[in-house]
């Protein structure tokens, strides 16, 4: 069973030098969707922290920016943070935008300092869940809105196929934010242009609820 765990590509490939760079260029086309969608479902605002993680050139970080919101990128890989400061300097934005290198393991921002966070096709690589969950707790806001985005994927994909998250691995992952003391936790499919997504979402309401 564990190809089940929401983190099922952990120990994937880093995306650093001129992978990181191709890789990242790839992301660009299409995400806008993507990030238009979690804006979307998010309510972002201009009174909004928006934490970005697992950023990659940095899409929806500015889709958020673009919405008046102060953002935040977290990656760990530098070329794909290199890529998101040169393509947001020719991107009008009315909020602020930063760029960190780190994961969601690494994390070192103020506490309760995001009213939304979200994670787009990054879950499915994060080293440990359990670890990344602890951080995140500690940053979100009471109130708090996160959404984990992945590409749905089938059972028993293999390969690039695979990158994603099965219907049980989405409802494992929400599984595991109802433990923790998220509320209002769900899980959405969505179709964005030819792909499919599914959604985790929930509420943090507090550092008090984490049992």
Same mark, same amino acid.
């Given at each position: 069973?564990?190809?089940?765990?929401?983190?099922?590509?952990?120990?994937? !490939? %880093?995306?650093? #030098?001129?992978?990181?760079?191709?890789? &990242? =260029?790839?992301?660009?086309?299409?995400?806008? *969707?993507? /990030?238009?969608?979690?804006?979307?479902?998010?309510?972002?605002?201009?009174?909004?922290?928006?934490?970005?993680?697992?950023?990659?050139?940095?899409?929806?970080? !500015? %889709?958020?920016? #673009?919405?008046?919101?102060?953002?935040? &990128? =977290?990656?760990?890989?530098?070329?794909?943070? *290199?890529? /998101?400061?040169?393509?947001?300097?020719?991107?009008?934005?009315?909020?602020?935008?930063?760029?960190?290198?780190?994961?969601?393991?690494?994390?070192?921002?103020?506490?309760?300092?995001?009213?939304?966070?979200?994670?787009?096709?990054?879950?499915?690589?994060?080293?440990?869940?359990?670890?990344?969950?602890?951080?995140?707790?500690?940053?979100?806001?009471?109130?708090?809105?996160?959404?984990?985005?992945?590409?749905?994927?089938?059972?028993?994909?293999?390969?690039?196929?695979?990158?994603?998250?099965?219907?049980?691995?989405?409802?494992?992952?929400?599984?595991?934010?109802?433990?923790?003391?998220?509320?209002?936790?769900?899980?959405?499919?969505?179709?964005?242009?030819?792909?499919?997504?599914?959604?985790?979402?929930?509420?943090?309401?507090?550092?008090?609820?984490?049992?």
């Amino acid at each position: 069973m564990a190809d089940l765990v929401p983190n099922h590509h952990a120990h994937y !490939r %880093q995306f650093g #030098g001129l992978f990181g760079y191709l890789a &990242g =260029l790839t992301m660009i086309v299409g995400r806008g *969707r993507d /990030a238009r969608l979690v804006s979307d479902l998010a309510a972002v605002g201009s009174d909004d922290v928006v934490l970005d993680i697992g950023c990659g050139p940095g899409t929806a970080a !500015r %889709q958020a920016a #673009g919405r008046g919101a102060d953002v935040i &990128g =977290l990656d760990p890989s530098a070329p794909m943070l *290199r890529l /998101a400061g040169l393509i947001s300097r020719f991107r009008p934005i009315s909020g602020a935008l930063e760029w960190r290198q780190a994961s969601a393991e690494t994390m070192d921002l103020p506490a309760d300092s995001a009213s939304v966070c979200w994670s787009i096709a990054s879950v499915h690589h994060w080293q440990d869940l359990e670890t990344g969950l602890d951080r995140l707790e500690d940053v979100l806001a009471p109130g708090a809105r996160f959404l984990a985005v992945e590409k749905r994927t089938a059972p028993g994909a293999t390969g690039i196929a695979s990158h994603g998250w099965t219907p049980d691995q989405a409802e494992l992952f929400a599984s595991m934010l109802t433990d923790r003391g998220f509320a209002d936790v769900g899980v959405s499919n969505h179709s964005v242009g030819r792909r499919d997504v599914v959604i985790v979402s929930g509420t943090w309401p507090g550092s008090g609820n984490n049992g």
